[in-house]
């Protein structure tokens, strides 16, 4: 079972970034998925998550109104578009999966999540 985060990069202050969480071995669409970050010296923090059929959707407060958490289970994807980036936004997002999908920020709990992958480097400059 894999899941693997990309789309990061490098953008200014104010541009936007997608980012896709792609799976192998399992199928999304029995999963809720969550979006997570970890800034160098700092705590992860759970950023979104989307439930698994994709009608319900929660956000952090420090990305609410920027970030649209979104999924194609079609194509096995979930996305994270992420506009008017700011540098505090700057992390490694990594993507993961749960069966247990709560729909506040008990959702975004790490150890709710039993799949994890490899993350993304997002880095925005001021």
């Known amino acids: 079972v894999q899941l693997q985060a990309s789309g990061g990069g490098l953008v200014q202050a104010g541009g936007s970034l997608r980012l896709s969480c792609a799976a192998s071995?399992?199928?999304?669409?029995?999963?809720?998925i969550g979006w997570f970050r970890q800034a160098p010296g700092k705590e992860r923090e759970g950023v979104s998550l989307?439930?698994?059929?994709?009608?319900?959707?929660f956000y952090a407060d420090s990305v609410k109104g920027r970030f649209t958490i979104s999924r194609d289970n079609a194509k096995n994807t979930i996305y994270l578009q992420m506009n008017s980036l700011r540098p505090e936004d700057t992390a490694v997002y990594s993507c993961?999966?749960?069966?247990?999908?709560?729909?506040?920020?008990?959702?975004?709990?790490?150890?709710?999540?039993?799949?994890w992958g490899q993350g993304t480097l997002v880095t925005v400059s001021s």
């Open positions: 993961a999966a749960t069966l247990s999908f709560i729909g506040d920020s008990r959702g975004l709990i790490p150890s709710l999540y039993t799949q």
């Open positions: 071995g399992i199928s999304l669409h029995y999963y809720a």
């Open positions: 989307i439930s698994r059929s994709g009608d319900s959707t």
